[in-house]
């Protein structure tokens, strides 16, 4: 079945920088456009960052110059890199799957920036 597992998550003072990782399965990853979003508390899921299968990028203007979105097809993985963390980019972190009429969801990993 399809699996989308993401890690990396926890807690970091202002400034730091954390790596979120997702390993899929179940699915033909490099058919598939690969992204990051993210839920903070009473908001809507928004996007973080996207990534083709060709590797083209796109990012939110609130991460950019900040996060880095990454695939890996021979390890079925995708990274977000995130440096320069602010308070507000504290939320779940979801990895997502897209591809035509298809789109998986891992299940999420809290990150919070706090000092």
């Known amino acids: 079945q399809v699996q989308l597992v993401e890690s990396g998550g926890g807690l970091v003072q202002p400034g730091g920088s954390l790596r979120l990782s997702c390993a899929a399965s179940g699915f033909t990853f490099s058919l598939y456009a690969m992204g990051w979003y993210r839920q903070a508390p009473g908001k809507q899921r928004e996007l973080v960052a996207t990534i083709t299968l060709g590797g083209s990028t796109n990012y939110t203007n609130s991460v950019k110059g900040r996060f880095t979105i990454s695939r890996d097809n021979a390890k079925n993985t995708v990274s977000l890199q995130m440096n320069s963390l602010k308070p507000e980019d504290t939320a779940v972190y979801y990895c997502?799957?897209?591809?035509?009429?298809?789109?998986?969801w891992g299940q999420g990993t809290q990150v919070t920036v706090s000092s």
């Open positions: 997502n799957a897209a591809r035509a009429y298809y789109a998986y």
